[in-house]
């Protein structure tokens, strides 16, 4: 008696998990070719350029019409690459938005030695990866600017919401990256 009470209010309530409908076919097909266009420009474009991270937008857009649908019935590791790839295409499109770039506009009329010292993924030193390590470490140290003096200028001239907004996706951008052990604050793991 018990087991069918239970299983009518598993039924009623919802189990808990998500049923979902994977992609199969065509379909199927072109969304991981979108996949694959994102990924392949993820290692080419600089998101602070628009004429080229703009090239990313069109596939950006159909992958989110069928993300969800890919992860469907697929293991753990896909998942994380697909999120990860979703992850990417909003801070391209941040980068984008009007409010971003006029907040950008702002901290270059102004000549921050902040914003200009600020460089969170350094370049690898070829040939020299103790040096590359070093140099990761120190900007690690100092993501977010040296004694975080990104938040107060962004914060002070482009306000609060741009700046949480920044400091969210740079966090998850540091995820895709993997550069730095960082808590949620943007400070490092202890």
């Known amino acids: 008696m018990w087991t069918v009470i239970i299983f009518l209010i598993r039924f009623i309530l919802g189990s808990g998990a998500e049923k ?17 266009e ?40 896909v998942v994380k690459i697909i999120e990860k790839l979703i992850s990417f295409c909003d801070i391209v499109e941040f ?8 907040c950008d506009l702002k901290l270059a009329e102004k000549n921050s030695t902040c914003v200009g010292e600020w460089n969170p993924f350094p370049d690898p030193v070829p040939g020299d990866e103790k040096k590359t390590e070093e140099m990761q470490k120190e900007a690690c140290k100092n993501f977010f600017g040296k004694d975080r003096c990104l938040e107060k200028e962004l914060t002070e001239n482009c306000g609060a919401k741009i700046w ?22 943007g400070n490092i793991r202890s």
């Open 20 to 36: 979902c409908t994977s992609l199969v076919g065509p379909r199927a097909y072109k969304c991981i070719q979108h996949l694959n």
């Open 38 to 77: 994102i990924r392949e420009l993820s290692y080419s474009i600089e998101i602070y350029d628009k004429d080229s991270n703009s090239k990313i937008n069109k596939p950006c857009s159909d992958f989110k019409k069928c993300h969800e649908q890919l992860k469907c019935g697929v293991e753990d590791g």
């Open 164 to 185: 949480i907004q920044f400091k969210k996706y740079y966090l998850t951008l540091n995820e895709i990256n993997e550069a730095c052990e960082l808590d949620e604050t």
């Open 95 to 102: 980068h984008q938005s009007e409010a971003f770039e006029d």
